[in-house]
């Protein structure tokens, strides 16, 4: 079945934009369009806005997955001129301004454009061997996280059922790949779990001995950050009993175990919860924008864009995020999206009403970096200025809470972290499904 933009187009003669994904750059470009004169769809496979920094919160059981995935229609609900639509994208044809998309159902639509919005974000990098993502998984999605928390809490159970000391210390070994502040926050949380929060539920084994590894292929962890920050996060987590490996390089994995490469040469982890952490790899629509454009990507399949965020040779067409690469090389953050977002969409209102001036490039603003190791305890890096400790923690908890969407997400989220950190380091929302999980093979029969 073929359906052409639902009508829209036919019925108003108003500039048509159409925004591939609703994340932070899509949402953000989207609203920066909410009082122009332009109807704008917000095309997404998803139906949720995903605030992707807390991901690693669901997958150790802090908070439940709706209070940092609000549905993408309420996130727009105010802006009467911008609908969404539930489609993955699947083509675009650039000569007749028209992307294609399929609906769950397979349905096939065609959106007419004036101004295309491209921000689909990326995905997970393996480095060549994508056959590991089934023995490591990795966090972009709410699924992701689900599935490992799945994973993390999964393998204490299996752990207090295991009958001897070499299976129950294999499902007590966590290996996380990528000292980033992805890595280093999971890192930090594992360590939580097994010292804190765990070890009064199990009677057969002691959680407090799991056995957590933190790897890098790098000098040291966070490596966007100040060195002081660096030393200060790698003596935290050493204090909280994790072995921090660096200048150490992943170079097999499988469902027992992790192969790795360092300074005292190669070593085989037995291991079965391993974590990625390590890369990421553009949206394929960066690949799918080159080859109609002709642009270059970057080893990452990151797109070349413009200072103003047009794609070369395609009029009207705009790419943002971290499927895009500029002269400035900016980091793969939440902030250069949101940035470019409100940059790209103010942009577009300027051409709708006649600006056809050169514009001004898109200059990002670095508010800083920020990350947690664990409870109460975080390094950030604001205008210059390092920040460690409970101080850093609080600032950190102020800046997530504050980008949350909708006061019911934030004071839900204040609860559960409140609740997680005086009560016993309680985690309220620990669900798994061990059957669901693919690192966890299978539970006994049942009797």
């Known amino acids: 079945m073929h359906n052409s933009a639902l009508g829209r187009a036919e019925?108003?003669?108003?500039?048509?934009?159409?925004?591939?994904?609703?994340?932070?750059?899509?949402?953000?470009?989207?609203?920066a369009l909410a009082r122009a004169d332009v109807d704008v769809t917000l095309v997404d496979r998803t139906n949720h806005h995903l605030f992707q920094p807390l991901l690693y919160q669901v997958a150790t059981g802090i908070l439940p997955p709706g209070l940092i995935a609000p549905a993408l229609r309420r996130v727009v609900t105010k802006e009467r001129t911008i609908r969404t639509l539930l489609a993955e994208v699947h083509g675009m044809d650039l000569e007749r301004k028209v992307v294609r998309a399929v609906t769950p159902t397979g349905q096939t639509l065609e959106l007419p454009y004036d101004y295309l919005v491209v921000a689909g974000g990326a995905t997970h990098a393996y480095f060549g061997h994508p056959q590991w993502s089934q023995f490591a998984p990795a966090m972009k999605t709410i699924d992701d996280a689900r599935m490992l928390r799945s994973h993390i809490l999964g393998a204490y159970e299996l752990a207090e059922l295991a009958t001897d000391d070499a299976e129950r210390a294999a499902r007590l070994t966590f290996v996380v790949v990528g000292a980033g502040p992805t890595g280093v926050e999971i890192t930090g949380q594992l360590a939580e779990l097994a010292r804190y929060v765990l070890p009064e539920d199990y009677r057969s084994i002691d959680?407090?001995?799991?056995?957590?590894?933190?790897?890098?292929a790098g000098p040291s962890v966070l490596a966007p950050f100040a060195p002081k920050l660096q030393d200060y996060t790698r003596r935290r987590l050493e204090s909280m009993g994790v072995e921090v490996r660096l200048s150490t390089t992943a170079t097999d994995i499988d469902s027992e175990s992790i192969t790795v490469t360092g300074p005292t040469g190669e070593e085989r982890i037995v291991a079965r919860t391993k974590i990625w952490a390590a890369g990421v790899q553009a949206s394929p629509l960066a690949a799918m924008l080159a080859k109609a454009t002709g642009t270059?990507?970057?080893?990452?399949?990151?797109?070349?864009v413009h200072p103003d965020c047009s794609v070369p040779g395609a009029d009207g067409v705009y790419a943002i995020g971290d499927m895009v690469t500029t002269a400035d090389r900016l980091p793969g953050v939440a902030q250069v999206a949101m940035q470019q977002g409100t940059y790209v969409g103010r942009r577009i209102a300027d051409r709708v009403r006649g600006d056809i001036s050169t514009p001004?490039?898109?200059?990002?603003?670095?508010k800083g970096s920020m990350a947690t190791i664990g409870a109460r305890q975080a390094v950030a890096q604001v205008g210059g200025v390092t920040i460690t400790g409970h101080l850093a923690y609080l600032l950190w908890c102020y800046v997530h809470v504050m980008f949350l969407i909708g006061w019911?997400?934030?004071?839900?989220?204040?609860?559960?972290?409140l609740r997680s950190l005086h009560?016993?380091?309680?985690?309220?929302?620990?669900l798994i499904n061990l059957t669901g999980a693919t690192a966890v093979e299978e539970l006994p029969a049942a009797a």
């Open 207 to 216: 959680t407090r001995r799991a056995r957590i590894i933190l790897l890098d």
């Open 11 to 31: 019925e108003s003669r108003r500039p048509q934009v159409v925004v591939i994904g609703g994340g932070f750059g899509g949402v953000r470009g989207a609203k």
């Open 423 to 430: 009560h016993a380091r309680n985690r309220g929302h620990r």
């Open 360 to 366: 001004a490039p898109f200059r990002y603003s670095d």
């Open 296 to 304: 270059p990507t970057d080893r990452s399949g990151r797109l070349a």
């Open 408 to 417: 019911g997400n934030r004071l839900g989220t204040l609860y559960d972290w």
